[in-house]
């Protein structure tokens, strides 16, 4: 807490009488026409005002006078579009996230074994580039993505357009867990770099054990709670689980842990295979 500068209260009340009272602004030729009282009244009122503002600047912390540094204000505003992106930054990191997740996306999917025929869902398939990976594998089956931004569904469905119009592949905007997924309704799922915006990981978890076929598999990528996360994930925006919880978290749902590992491709990244009992 800053120190109190016994002037600040004294200057709150002389400079409004010396400025009106003895005229330095107003002349004393307009004062002398004016009703004593309300002079004094108007002064009162401009020192109580004076002296608030200077009492508030030297009491409270410096947190609640100034604004957080730039870097800060940058950081928050780039991790809310990563949460769910949206106009021409949010196509850059569409783009930016075609590239970086690629690799990610291959080790997600070559674990989860997709198979012709099967249905396959997606929970946060940004920009669409993990769909056209999971329709290939899925020949003759049906692919379902979901994503919280309306520009990510635009830009996955104009990827994914011949799929689309196949009825190969949908894409729907919404979170997945008050979409209503339908009972058994999957042979896989699986969500790449999402996991840090669910606010109920077991509510979440308990969505997709449900919309799980028996037997049916489920992957989740991620970078773990203990990692060196870099300075600018560390906001309110961002929960890196740790994995004790999220294992603790699939078998309370009903999902049994069969793998709980990494990839010398993308060695920062955790990759758990559950699959229903």
């Known amino acids: 807490m800053n120190k109190v500068r016994p002037y600040l209260p004294l200057l709150g009340f002389v400079v409004p009488t010396v400025v009106i009272g003895y005229g330095f602004v107003i002349p004393r030729s307009c004062i002398a026409g004016v009703n004593e009282l309300t002079v004094g009244f108007g002064t009162t009122i401009l020192g109580a005002v004076f002296t608030y503002v200077a009492g508030q600047r030297a009491v409270l912390p410096r947190t609640a006078c100034t604004r957080p540094p730039l870097r800060v204000r940058v950081a928050r505003a780039i991790n809310r579009q990563a949460a769910s992106p949206s106009g021409l930054f949010g196509r850059f990191l569409g783009a930016l996230w075609r590239r970086e997740h690629a ?12 198979l012709p025929g099967h249905r396959v869902l997606e929970i ?43 009825g190969e592949v949908e894409i729907r905007l919404g979170d997945g867990a008050t979409l209503g997924l339908e009972a058994q309704a999957f042979d896989r799922i699986f969500s790449v770099h999402c996991i840090y915006f669910w606010r109920d990981l077991e509510g979440m ?18 970078r773990p709670e203990g990692d060196d996360i870099p300075a600018r994930f560390r906001d309110p925006t961002y929960r890196f689980p740790r994995p004790e919880d999220v294992e603790a978290a699939l078998q309370r749902v009903g999902l049994d842990l069969v793998q709980l590992e990494r990839s010398s491709a993308v060695p920062n990244v955790l990759f758990v295979l559950a699959a229903r009992r």
Request: hydrophobic fraction near 50%.
């Open 124 to 166: 946060g398939s940004g920009p669409g580039e993990a769909l056209r990976q999971a329709v290939r594998r899925a020949r003759g089956g049906k692919v379902l993505g979901i994503d919280v931004s309306e520009l990510m569904v635009r830009l996955a469905r104009d990827r994914n357009r011949r799929a689309v119009a196949r």
């Open 103 to 114: 690799r990610v996306n291959a080790e997600a999917l070559h674990r989860l074994d997709v």
């Open 205 to 222: 978890l308990a969505q997709l054990a449900a919309a799980l076929r028996p037997e049916g598999k489920l992957v989740l990528a991620f």
